[in-house]
């Protein structure tokens, strides 16, 4: 069973960098028909998608946050990363990293979450 | 960008009950759509991806139906355990968007 874990500084000063990296054990982030995802949720509110990594190193991020996102993989640590810099209170979120998978036909949908940290943006 | 609306925001269903929730659109995302089902201090559950299939292990009660901008969530017959929060996603466009979720009370 794919397991993640999130980890990384919960408080972040404004105009600062968030990072946060992603821990996958019962799998690996060198698996071909799958991407590594970073998605948030401001408490109490809706998702949003900041982007993913294939373990070649392409990344796809959300155009609304594309300027301020970095994601790397580590195949030897197995494990990947969020950088989003500039932070603002905005960005006050809960984090999570999942596997996406990427079928045939429809799309792709994260098939297994990790169980999010909150990172709060303030001085 | 891709708008994603979902109707109702909240509902109250009584166990047994039938229960939709819609997801809109802004444009055509194919069958692009995938279902989730959030409980209180929990990610996201897959439940439906590419419009109406169901995921490994989530119960039959469960279905999905739509293509292009209108889109259906069903429980045939609610259980206590199915209060949660449910929201859709479209995996077309580059910003994978999220519906705003519709909250389910059980009665």
């Known amino acids: 069973q794919v397991q993640l874990q999130e980890s990384g500084p919960g408080l972040v000063k404004p105009s600062q960098t968030l990072s946060l990296t992603c821990k996958v054990s019962g799998g690996s982030v060198s698996s071909r028909g799958f991407y590594w995802t970073w998605i948030r949720q401001v408490p109490g509110k809706g998702l949003e998608w900041i982007g993913h990594?294939?373990?070649?190193?392409?990344?796809y991020y959300n155009p609304a946050l594309e300027s301020r996102v970095t994601m790397e993989v580590d195949t030897s640590q197995n494990q990947f990363s969020l950088k989003l810099n500039s932070v603002t209170a905005a960005d006050t979120a809960v984090y999570y990293c999942?596997?996406?998978?990427?079928?045939?036909?429809?799309?792709?949908?994260?098939?297994?979450w990790g169980q999010g940290t909150l990172v709060t943006v303030s001085s | 960008d891709i708008l994603m609306t979902q109707s109702p925001s909240s509902l109250s269903a009584s166990v047994g009950d039938r229960v939709t929730i819609t997801c809109r659109a802004t444009?055509?995302?194919?069958?692009?759509l995938n279902w989730y089902q959030q409980k209180p201090g929990s990610g996201p559950k897959v439940l439906i991806y590419?419009?109406?299939t169901l995921q490994s292990g989530v119960p039959s009660r469960f279905s999905g139906r739509g293509s292009a901008t209108d889109f259906t969530l069903t429980i045939s017959s609610v259980q206590p355990e199915d209060s949660a929060t449910y929201f859709c996603?479209?995996?077309?466009?580059?910003?994978?968007?999220f519906g705003q979720g519709t909250k389910l009370e059980i009665k």
């Open positions: 590419g419009a109406s």
């Open positions: 444009r055509d995302i194919r069958m692009y």
């Open positions: 990594i294939y373990y070649s190193g392409k990344t």
């Open positions: 996603q479209e995996s077309y466009s580059d910003a994978h968007t």
């Open positions: 999942a596997r996406e998978f990427n079928f045939s036909g429809s799309g792709s949908y994260p098939d297994h």
